[in-house]
Nanobody
Framework: QVQLVESGGGLVQAGGSLRLSCTAS????????TGWFRQAPGKEREFVAA????????YYADSVKGRFTISRDNAKNTVYLQMNSLKPEDAAVYFC?????????????????WGQGTQVTVSS
């Protein structure tokens, strides 16, 4: 069983930055692709970014491309999401999730393990 714990959320003004962390228990974490999703009230969970096992490949939703950066440190079992130039529409609960394989990266149903989420609030 893999357990994921997100941290780093909080309140930030529009234009500001936050860095989210996702730390996993168990060495199996390094064998998974990891993604970040977000869910705002009344909306479906949406894909934000993903990173492959080595960290050499990254994938982003169009809405965050150029502003967010995903990275990983397998030695620390941690994946990061650096969020810059935050907008009010980025406000949501952010979840990290892991999976095997790399098809349908943006599909939440393809991910096997999920964290509990961390709240990001962006004031205008």
């Amino acid at each position: 069983q893999v357990q994921l714990v997100e941290s780093g959320g909080g309140l930030v003004q529009a234009g500001g930055s936050l860095r989210l962390s996702c730390t996993a228990s168990g060495r199996i974490f390094s064998r998974h692709l990891t993604g970040w999703f977000r869910q705002a009230p009344g909306k479906e969970r949406e894909f934000v970014a993903a990173i492959n096992l080595s960290g050499g490949r990254t994938y982003y939703a169009d809405s965050v491309k150029g502003r967010f950066t995903i990275s990983r440190d397998n030695a620390k079992n941690t994946v990061y999401l650096q969020m810059n130039s935050l907008k009010p529409e980025d406000a949501a609960v952010y979840f990290c999730a892991t999976r095997t394989g790399d098809r349908d990266l943006s599909s939440a149903g393809r991910y096997d393990y999920w964290g509990q989420g961390t709240q990001v609030t962006v004031s205008s």
